[in-house]
Structure formats: C-alpha cells, structure tokens
C-alpha cells in the first residue's frame, strides 16, 4: 500500500531550449533563449554569423529523441513534460502561417511517445519567445503579442488535440519579475510598472489559451505553472511575518490571477502605493474568468525573509539573495534542500486554491563524476528525490490532490540559470561539458534503476 494514488502521473520533466539544440534546423526562427549565452538572467548577444554556445546542439534531443523516449519508457514513465519552442512553429511570432517542418518535428515526438505508452504534458512558452516579437513589438509590453501567442496557441491545440491532452501556459510565469527578458520579453532594465504590464498582458494571454484549449479539446486540460518560491519568517517577530505574508504574496498572485480570475487587493494596493497604474482593456477583467484547470509549479528549495534591513542587505550578497535557513544544507549551487517544505507548499496551494497539483519540476543539480568503472554513482541524487517523494506521499495523506511528479531533468541538459551543462540533474548521463566536448552519448546513473523502482512499485520502494 502507498499513498500514491494508482493513477499517478510518474515522469519527468524537459524543456526545449534546454536540450533540443538544431537552433536553426527545420525553419526555426531566433528566440530569447538563442540570443542568451550565459542563461535566463545573462546579457542579449545578437547571433552574429559563425557564433556558437552551448544550447546551439544542447544534448541534441532533436535528432535523438527515439533513442532518450526509450530510456524514458525502459523507467516506466507515464508522463513527460516537454515545451514546444514556439519559433518553431512562428519563427518571427507574427507569421499568418505556421511552419509545417516544427508542427511536424513535434508530431514525430508525439508519436514517439504514444508508441510507449507515455503521456505528453506541454508547455507552451518555457523561458522563450520569438526574438522578433522582442525586436518589432517590444515583446509582451506590447498588447499585439497577446494575439501572435493566440494564434501560436490555438495553432498547436488545433493540431495536436488528438495526442496532447495535458497542457500548460506559461512556464514560473512568475520569474518575469526577475528575469524580465526571459519572462515577457523586456529588454534593458524597465521599471516595475513596464514589466506588470507585460505581466498583464501575459495573463490575459493565459487566460485566452485556457479558453482556446477548452473549446478545441474539451477533454484536455489546461494548467499553469509558478515558480514555488515558498517562504518562510526567518524569526517569529511579528514584522518578519508580515514581510514573510508581502513575500509569498508576490509569486502568489499570479497563482490567484490564474486561479480565481480577478486581480486580489493585496496588489492593488501595491500598485496604487508604487505609482504603477496598469492599462487594462474593457473586456480584460471577463477574459481573466477563464481560469485553469489545475495548477502545476517547480520545487527546488525554500528560503528566509527577514524586515531586518541589514541582515537584507548582507543577503543580496548571496547568489539568491534569500535570507539563508540556519536549519537547512544546500546544495553544490547554494540552494537550500528542504523536502518538509515540499509538504508545506502543497498543503498552502492546496488549502488556497482548492485545485488539483501537478509537481512539474524538482531535483538536484550536482556534478556528477564516473567512477573507475565510468558509472555514476548519485547517492546525493537518490536521496534528495526520495526525501522530497516521501514528503508528496505525506502531502497526500494530508488530503491533497496530487496528480503527478515530473523530476526535472532526467536527462542531463543544459541549465537554465547559468547555461551549463555541468549542473546536472539526470537519471540519464549526458557525455558533454560545458565547452561542448564530448560524444553526446547517454548512459544509465545509479538513480536510473532507483527511479524505476520508484515507479514500477507506485512509490512503495521509498524509504521513510
Ligand atoms: C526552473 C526552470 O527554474 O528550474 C528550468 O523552469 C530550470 O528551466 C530549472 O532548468 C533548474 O534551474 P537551473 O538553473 O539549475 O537549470
């Protein structure tokens, strides 16, 4: 007996630019991600002639998807994530016609993983957008891209909605604070207000897809995806708890966006006490009412939120500029492993929303180093994942409606913060560096044969 229902969506995760690489085969068109070397948060370099960087052939997942679907089938996956790039299929994003060579490239997937009996779940804009969106329009600043990503959306539901009935909009739709570029396609450094109007119109646009989806496939379903960056006071001090409640709030509202179809007064008042007046259309509020299905987001680690203005500012030292928990270790990159919060975070989006959960990404980035023998031993890796499963089945007992876990990564692939490929985070060893050395050859980790016990056994193999 495990608390895993039998219906559980086991798999793993995967997103475009991150491992399919061919940037400029099959009429692709240039995106964000192709013109940022250094990762989501890097610098715009414009491609020039006879450039190059790593997700240029990333694992190379284009050509040899056959032969990485089978790996994934060989550990009984019944779900994977994939995103579609939309430059395959506008290469500028503001075509009036599709490109039939990525429409068909991603047909070929589809039936690849139909052929073992694995489900599709897809993104439809994990951290990339058509660079000519950016360049002509000024990227999701600009209402016209609204329609160019509705056109895109309704072009691929309307194609693939005989294979793919688990879908979602935006990937941490949320990181667009941070990562403006990356997010809604920003360029420079634009102030508050530019980027929540990106934002807005980026929700309009997922609400316009949840729509879209539900009349071409009424039996699909359509969810969105936030980045989990749960928080937590880092004292009991009244202040710190309520800075704590401002913190959670700032990813959470996109979920409550998303979820319940209004903009809640919390940001209301942020927006009137920051000046920031958004332009919002008449029929904007009646489209938002189109809210999604289910809600999926990423784990990776929690972290601290003090008032403390000096302990803040020591903090924005850090990589993550998160206060540290005293209480957690962390990983090789500084993120802070808490499977406990896991639990917390589905129980907080559970209690909120009242909508079923989809763990779309969680794992541990780590260098991975062959033995004598060149098997790769990740012990470091197993047992992350076990503690954080262990947490999903306790989330479960608790009443939560979970209905699958796609660990990110199980195949190595380039990452997403630093464009590297030697974070890695794969059941599946990727033979490449991050200078792109290497045969691209694919081998069996230790946590390969783990994951398969974990799902052949629906989570009884795991380890209390
Ligand atoms: C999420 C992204 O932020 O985290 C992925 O959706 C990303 O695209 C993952 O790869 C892990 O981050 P990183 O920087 O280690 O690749």
Request: with cysteine; glycine share 10%; aromatic share 12%.
């Amino acid at each position: 007996m495990t608390a895993f229902p039998k219906a559980f969506l086991w798999g793993g995760a995967i997103a475009a630019n991150q491992v399919e690489g061919a940037w400029q085969e099959g009429g692709k068109g240039i995106s964000t991600s192709d013109v940022q070397p250094q990762g989501v948060f890097g610098p715009v370099k414009e491609r020039a002639p006879g450039d190059s960087g790593i997700k240029d052939v990333a694992i190379d997942f284009y050509h040899r998807y056959p032969q990485d679907v089978a790996l994934f089938a060989e550990m009984g996956f019944r779900c994977l994530r994939i995103s579609i790039a939309w430059t395959r299929i506008f290469p500028q994003g503001d075509e009036p016609e599709p490109n039939e060579a990525g429409l068909a490239f991603y047909d070929s997937l589809f039936d690849e993983l139909a052929q073992h009996g694995i489900q599709p779940m897809v993104t439809l804009s994990h951290y990339e957008m058509p660079w000519g969106l950016v360049k002509r329009y000024g990227g999701w600043g600009n209402r016209k891209v609204i329609d160019c990503f509705e056109r895109y959306a309704r072009c691929v539901f309307s194609r693939y909605q005989h294979k793919v009935k688990l879908w979602l909009t935006f990937n941490e739709i949320n990181m667009s604070l941070h990562a403006p570029l990356t997010g809604v396609g920003l360029e420079g450094e634009p102030a508050k207000g530019a980027i929540y109007q990106a934002i807005h119109h980026q929700l309009v646009a997922s609400s316009l897809a949840v729509k879209a989806c539900h009349e071409i496939i009424p039996d699909a379903q359509i969810g969105n995806m936030l980045l989990g960056g749960l928080m937590y006071p880092l004292t009991c001090k009244p202040d710190d708890v309520l800075e704590t409640l401002q913190e959670n709030r700032s990813w959470l509202f996109f979920g409550d966006v998303q979820c319940r179809g209004s903009y809640p007064g919390y940001i209301l008042r942020y927006f009137r006490e920051h000046g920031i007046e958004l332009e919002i259309s008449e029929n904007d509020g009646e489209i938002l009412k189109n809210t999604v299905d289910f809600i999926s987001f990423s784990y990776y680690m929690t972290g601290c939120v003090t008032a403390d203005e000096e302990l803040n500012a020591r903090a924005r030292g850090n990589i993550l500029s998160m206060v540290p928990n005293p209480h957690l270790a962390s990983s090789e990159w500084g993120w802070q492993i808490d499977p406990v919060g896991l639990r917390i975070l589905l129980n907080t989006l559970w209690d909120r929303y009242q909508k079923p959960l989809f763990i779309v990404e969680n794992g541990l980035g780590a260098k991975d180093k062959p033995d004598a023998e060149g098997r790769i031993n990740d012990d470091y890796r197993i047992s992350y994942l076990n503690d954080h499963l262990v947490q999903v089945g306790e989330a479960i007992e608790d009443g939560v409606a979970v209905m699958g876990y796609t660990s990110w990564g199980p195949i190595d692939l380039v990452s997403a913060s630093k464009a590297e490929l030697s974070k890695r985070y794969g059941f599946i060893y990727v033979d490449r560096d991050d200078q792109g050395n290497g045969t691209l050859e694919r081998s069996r980790k230790k946590s390969f044969h783990w994951y398969k016990e974990v799902i052949a056994t629906n989570g009884g193999s795991l380890k209390r």
